[in-house]
Every structure is written in C-alpha cells, then in structure tokens.
C-alpha cells in the first residue's frame, strides 16, 4: 500500500476462515489500522492499495472493485467497528432508525421489518430497554451503549466478515468484557471471521484463536495464540509478549536479561508487579524503518544477516502457502543463538 512514494505497508499476506477470531497486534504506528482500511476499501485519499483482497466463498477481488461495489460490500458482506463509536453514527438521527437503515439500505429487509429487527438487535447486543434506546439519539447514550449500538449495526446483515479496530480501548474495563463478549458471541453465531484489533495482549488471549504480529508494516510472526504469544520465535515479538501484562502465557525461558528486550526483573518480580520490560527504542515514523529486517535498529540479536530482509519460516507443518503459522526472523528464540 503507498501514500505517494511512500510504501506504508508490504507484502501482508495472510486469510482468515469463517468461523475463526484472528488478532492483530503491534506497537501504535505498525499498519494494523492501514491494514484494515485497506481490506475494507477505506484508505483514506492518497493512500493507494495494490495486491488482491478476496472475500471467501465470492471468487471476488476487491482491491480492484468500484466504489460502488465497495460500498454495497460494506456493511452486508463486511462489517467494521472503530474505537470511536461516535465516528460510526449519525449525531442527528435516532438510533433505532440508524440500525434499520443498514438493512433497509442493503435491501436485506424491507423498513418495517427493519424496524422491528432493529430493536432485536439492540436487545440482543445487551441494551437494556432497547425500545427506549432505539428512539434515543447517540449523545443520550454512554460510551459502552454507543459502541454496542455500532455492534449492532456492524452485524446487522449478518457480515461474513467482522473487523474490530480497538472496539474497546475506549471503554472501562468492566463495560469492556461486556462488549468483547457480544462481539465473540455475534460473529461465532453468524460463523462470521473475525479480525480484532488490539494492543493489548491480554484481550487477544481471550479473544482470538490465532495472532498476527505486525511491525513496520510487515507481518512479522503468525501462528495460534497460545504458540505465537506463549512461545514466540520473532525478537519482535518476544519483545512484545515481555512488555505485556500477561500472566501464565510467558514463559520465564523465553526472555532473558540483557537479551534482545531490556528487562529489569525476573518472573517472579513479575509477581510482585515490578515494573514491566520495555522493547527499546521507538517506533520509526513511515518511510523510516530499516532496510532488510524492519526491527533491525532496535533488536540486540541483529547482525550483517539482518541487514537483508528474513524469509518466512513455517512453524511445524502448518500451511505455508497461506502463511497461518511462522515468523520472518533470523534469529528466532528458539533457534541456536538461544542455544
Ligand atoms: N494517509 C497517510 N499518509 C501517510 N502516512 C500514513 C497515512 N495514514 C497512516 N500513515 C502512517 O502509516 C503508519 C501506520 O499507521 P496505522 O494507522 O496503520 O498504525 P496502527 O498500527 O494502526 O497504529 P495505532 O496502534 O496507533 O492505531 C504510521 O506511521 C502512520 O503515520
Ligand atoms: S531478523 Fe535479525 S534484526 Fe530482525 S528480529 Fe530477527 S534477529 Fe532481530
Ligand atoms: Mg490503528
């Protein structure tokens, strides 16, 4: 993908099942978000997609679909919910209404069924008294029953595909597992893909059944989230796993001092909360990381090899055409240098 001359992203290659929650991580500035939008067709104006994205069981190609395919795709076919729910509805118009318009505007139900079906759906994403909710404007709403309402929206024509752009990052925690929980619970009814999402590890854990790790606009590491977050084989993304809160995914081997990630305490400090291990150095802005490995300038397992780009290593005997488990690292954590 380019804005201008600039490549914001590379080669990202990766396919989710219906049926399957996949997580995207990475540190603020990765492309999880780029991703998205470019998947959705949403790239905002001089941004340019290049590559094909098909939607399953469609045969179709939708880099190269019109904008009036695009939006026709949009929210029947597949779906998005942001971090905002603001930005996803209308200020001035009653929500009940805004949920009906998705189907009537789709043609997936006529207006009095989709009237009717509106408020079903506001009840079953968890809103208490969804008749009052559907004749209420958003502002009248709280920031957990807004990004319900975007829930429901987003799933209204039953999407074969749900993206989740930090649908809860916003929120506090309590109202967060609420709406994590309606979003698992409507795409596994539908048998609908999920791609979620996050940065934060602990949500991708529960969430997720496999994780894509992505830096400098490159998918890094990919594999199922018990392996990816539990044994990673990228620095990146041992980085990451030793900078996050998670409690039992990490293992104690997996990281040690003074290797690759700073990290001023042992496992069991970790226990009594010490502060957590940091990935050095920050993010480089677009267009400014590395040449060959992009998390070359910030790994201490870098040598001249790093300086050409690693290829892709399948994990076991996973699928390696599709990519669904491996990692691109010269060095991974359980190879000889860990030794
Ligand atoms: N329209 C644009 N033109 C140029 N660069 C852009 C544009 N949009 C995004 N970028 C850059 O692309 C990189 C990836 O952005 P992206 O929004 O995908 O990051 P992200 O992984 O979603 O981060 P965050 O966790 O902060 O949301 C960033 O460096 C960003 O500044
Ligand atoms: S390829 Fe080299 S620089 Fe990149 S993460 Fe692996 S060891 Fe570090
Ligand atoms: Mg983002």
């Not at 079953?124 to 009052?132: E, F, N, S, Y």
């Amino acid at each position: 993908m380019h804005a201008g001359q600039l490549q914001l992203l590379h080669d990202v290659t990766f396919s989710i099942q219906r049926g399957e929650r996949v997580g995207l991580i990475g540190e603020s500035g990765s492309g999880k978000s780029l991703t998205a939008l470019a998947v959705m067709g949403l790239l905002a104006e001089g941004l340019e997609a290049s590559g094909r994205v098909h939607l399953a069981g469609q045969g179709r190609e939708l880099v190269s679909a019109s904008e009036g395919a695009m939006s026709h795709i949009r929210g029947n076919d597949m779906a998005m919910v942001f971090q905002e729910p603001m930005t996803a509805l209308n200020p001035t118009m009653r929500v009940g209404r805004q949920v009906a318009e998705v189907m009537t505007h789709h043609g997936t139900a006529d207006r009095r069924t989709a009237r009717r079906r509106a408020v079903e759906l506001l009840e079953h994403v968890g809103l208490p008294d969804p008749a009052a909710v559907a004749r209420s404007y958003p502002h009248q709403l709280s920031g957990g029953q807004r990004q319900r309402v975007v829930a429901a929206i987003a799933l209204a024509n039953d999407p074969l595909l749900l993206i989740c752009d930090e649908p809860t990052t916003a929120l506090d925690v309590t109202v967060q597992a609420l709406v994590l929980d309606l979003i698992v619970t409507g795409v596994e009814e539908r048998d609908a893909a999920l791609l979620f999402i996050t940065h934060d590890l602990a949500v991708v854990a529960t969430v997720c059944e496999r994780v894509l790790v992505m830096y400098g606009g490159r998918i890094v590491e990919a594999g199922p989230v018990t392996e990816v977050l539990g044994n990673p084989q990228h620095r990146y993304t041992q980085g990451l796993v030793a900078a996050s809160d998670l409690e039992g995914v990490r293992k104690g081997e997996g990281v040690r001092e003074g290797e690759g990630v700073r990290q001023g305490e042992g496992v069991q400090d970790r226990e009594a909360r010490a502060p957590l291990a940091t990935i050095r150095g920050n993010v480089p802005p677009a267009g400014r990381f590395p040449e060959g490995c992009v998390f070359r300038n910030r790994c201490d397992f870098a040598t001249a090899e790093c300086e050409t780009l690693p290829p892709w290593t399948p994990r076991g005997t996973h699928d390696a055409g599709e990519r669904a488990s491996g990692y691109a690292c010269f060095h991974p954590v359980g190879g000889e240098s860990d030794g």
